[in-house]
């Protein structure tokens, strides 16, 4: 099943941001901020599929599917979908935190530098809260997976 190695890689994204920018970097490592952010939304971007795969969602990029244009990189689609088909996020801050990360995701605004100024919390607070949901959803999947192999 393809969504165990997606939430597999989830969580591997989510442990190299905070490799890459952990808590409390000095401030001269501020230009791998960008690069920890990016993997930060990745790990969701990724986490978020696993789920909605591992509960039959159309994988294709055709209409409706988790990788056509219109949601493939559209971290508050990808869970709002999820939502609709039974996602129970910890709490209210993960679904906040795809609202403000999904324009900059879905822009790759950290994968190619643009001027100006984002203002977004440290790589290590998004980690924080991605943790749990990758942990639940990891769950999610396996237990999908066990239920198919009886």
């Given at each position: 099943?393809?969504?165990?190695?997606?939430?597999?890689?989830?969580?591997?994204?989510?442990?190299?941001?905070?490799?890459?920018?952990?808590?409390?970097?000095?401030?001269?490592?501020?230009?791998?901020?960008?690069?920890?952010?990016?993997?930060?939304?990745h790990?969701?971007?990724?986490?978020?599929?696993?789920?909605?795969?591992?509960?039959?969602?159309?994988?294709?990029?055709?209409?409706?599917?988790?990788?056509h244009?219109?949601i493939?990189?559209?971290?508050?689609?990808?869970?709002?979908?999820a939502?609709e088909?039974g996602?129970?996020?910890?709490?209210?801050?993960?679904?906040?935190?795809?609202?403000?990360?999904?324009?900059?995701?879905?822009?790759?605004a950290?994968?190619?530098?643009?001027?100006?100024?984002i203002?977004?919390?440290?790589?290590f607070?998004?980690?924080?809260?991605?943790?749990?949901v990758?942990?639940?959803?990891?769950?999610?999947?396996?237990?999908?997976?066990?239920?198919?192999?009886?």
């Amino acid at each position: 099943m393809i969504a165990i190695g997606m939430v597999q890689d989830a969580e591997a994204y989510r442990v190299a941001a905070l490799r890459t920018h952990p808590e409390g970097s000095p401030h001269r490592d501020n230009n791998l901020t960008a690069p920890a952010w990016h993997l930060l939304c990745h790990s969701a971007e990724l986490a978020l599929k696993a789920y909605l795969l591992s509960g039959g969602a159309d994988p294709s990029a055709r209409k409706g599917g988790v990788t056509h244009s219109s949601i493939r990189h559209n971290l508050s689609g990808l869970f709002e979908l999820a939502i609709e088909r039974g996602f129970k996020p910890p709490d209210e801050e993960f679904g906040d935190l795809m609202e403000w990360l999904s324009p900059y995701h879905g822009a790759h605004a950290f994968r190619y530098r643009r001027t100006g100024m984002i203002r977004l919390p440290a790589p290590f607070f998004i980690a924080n809260i991605l943790e749990p949901v990758i942990a639940d959803i990891a769950r999610t999947v396996r237990a999908r997976w066990m239920a198919t192999q009886k």
